[in-house]
């Protein structure tokens, strides 16, 4: 019989990856999205409005994670075989800005969910979407026994939704899993996060629009992968009989300066010539190092990631360049006519 999938966030990065999967391995795909008086689906309108693509295998609900009525209503309606929770306000530096919003969408909003699916009635795997700003001040390596120390209102929110599923996972027998991943970015990765905040300044530096980039702390080290790639953990994860807790991440540290000289290079520049120190950007406290071991992921997932982070700084860069050059070209043939 056909599974069925439903996914908050899912016009974000993560959520559009993950519907492309679900689809490709023959899910019907129910999304959440917000109402909003703009549209903002363009990572996921290659598949919504592809004629390939039947209405009924995506289907899209206006739905808000702030709802616990309306989720309880279409889980009990839809009944998902599978709930993948990526819906969140996951900027960290924006979290500090909006700790109380944080807290509310990206913590309550996953126990709403999980109340929902309990209310409901109905029998459903869970898959929540954790994250290594949980870690925060802990030293790496991290892994699934390292103790959590969040350094933002964004972490602590993420604590709350990770502590929150493995209760009710304990209380009510639920088959709820907690992905914790580490940094992983893409082209679809929103453009307020430094790795895309970098790769789009490399593109407009290149065409001569912009002269500098102005960064905040650029000794952070993170580990950085390749977000189609994690999304197919995700799907590991709730395939597995018994419901758990799974790091995800390459085990590879890197600066965001090594970020800065990998992507400039890709292009043929020198990332000193154009990167400034901004404290603006700084966040009140500060998480130096975020570096995964996901060993357990890889031994009871057969998980392991591929693409290399020169890879994907490269597939970045070239991304932002080809939209860039095309907007270019569009604009040129509007003004000729």
């Known amino acids: 019989m056909r599974k069925t999938a439903l996914i908050t966030g899912v016009t974000g990065q993560d959520g559009s990856y993950l519907a492309e ?23 996921i309108d290659h598949i919504y409005q592809d004629p390939q693509t039947p209405e009924r295998d995506l289907v899209l609900h206006h739905a808000d994670l702030s709802d616990g009525v309306a989720l309880t209503s279409l889980l009990h309606r839809i009944a998902p075989d599978e709930v993948y929770n990526l819906g969140a306000q996951s900027h960290v530096r924006v979290s500090f800005d909006a700790p109380l919003y944080t807290g509310d969408v990206t913590g309550m ?61 304990e209380a009510y027998g639920m088959h709820a899993t907690n992905g914790i991943l580490f940094n992983h970015e893409s082209p679809r990765r929103g453009e307020t996060f430094v790795t895309r905040k970098i790769t789009r300044a490399v593109a407009r530096i290149q065409a001569g629009l912009q002269q500098h980039l102005y960064l905040g702390n650029l000794d952070a080290v993170r580990d950085w992968g390749y977000a189609p790639e994690y999304v197919e953990a995700m799907w590991r994860m709730l395939q597995q009989d018994e419901p758990d807790d799974y790091v995800v991440a390459t085990g590879q540290a890197h600066s965001v300066r090594e970020f800065c000289q990998e992507a400039f290079a890709a292009v043929g520049m020198d990332w000193t010539d154009h990167v400034r120190y901004d404290p603006k950007y700084d966040r009140p406290s500060e998480v130096d190092a975020l570096i995964g ?21 490269a597939i970045m860069v070239r991304a932002d360049v080809g939209a860039l050059t095309a907007q270019l070209a569009g604009s040129a043939v509007r003004v000729d006519r």
């Open 109 to 169: 909003g996953a126990l709403r969910l999980l109340e929902a699916v309990r209310a409901s009635g109905i029998e459903t795997r869970i898959y929540q979407a954790s994250s290594s700003e949980m870690f925060g001040a802990t030293p790496p390596p991290q892994n699934e026994r390292t103790p959590f120390h969040p350094r933002s209102p964004y972490g602590c929110a993420k604590v709350f939704a990770y502590w929150t599923t493995v209760n009710y996972r």
């Open 21 to 43: 999967l679900l689809l490709a391995k023959g899910y019907q795909v129910h999304g959440l999205i917000r109402r909003s008086s703009s549209f903002n689906t363009e990572r």
């Open 293 to 313: 071991d996901a060993s357990k992921a890889e031994r009871k997932l057969g998980w392991k990631p591929a693409v290399t982070f020169r890879e994907l700084t």
